[in-house]
């Protein structure tokens, strides 16, 4: 069983880094094929795919968010940490880890953590 445990502040200044880390337990990060998701959803509105980054280390991330937009991993801990930069208070959500795979066309998530809130305000 695969567990994901985001932690984080849970409050954080406009124009500052937003940094999480997602620990992963009961799977290794770098066990082929699977991609390592941060995905958040804001107040009132849907799920929003932040980025990746994948079993080979490799990252993608949300086009409309990619020049704000990072993620790393430390394998000997298991844990990878993303992060957004400049952040407004349109970036207030709860931000989740989750684990998942690809199909041909097709992407799926089988693994979430239970999410964390992020508040942007000064």
């Known amino acids: 069983q695969v567990q994901l445990q985001e932690s984080g502040p849970g409050l954080v200044k406009p124009s500052q880094t937003l940094s999480l880390t997602c620990t992963v337990s009961?799977?290794?990060?770098?066990?082929?094929?699977?991609?390592w998701s941060w995905i958040r959803q804001p107040p009132g509105k849907g799920l929003e795919w932040t980025g990746v980054?994948?079993?080979?280390?490799?990252?993608y991330y949300n086009p409309s968010l990619k020049s704000r937009t990072s993620i790393s991993r430390d394998t000997s801990k298991n844990q990878f940490t993303p992060q957004l930069s400049s952040v407004t208070p349109e970036d207030t959500a709860v931000y989740y880890c989750?684990?998942?795979?690809?199909?041909?066309?097709?992407?799926?998530?089988?693994?979430w953590g239970q999410g964390t809130q992020v508040t942007v305000s000064s």
């Open positions: 989750a684990r998942a795979w690809r199909s041909t066309n097709s992407w799926y998530i089988d693994y």
């Open positions: 009961g799977g290794s990060i770098t066990a082929n094929f699977y991609y």
């Open positions: 980054i994948a079993y080979s280390g490799s990252t």
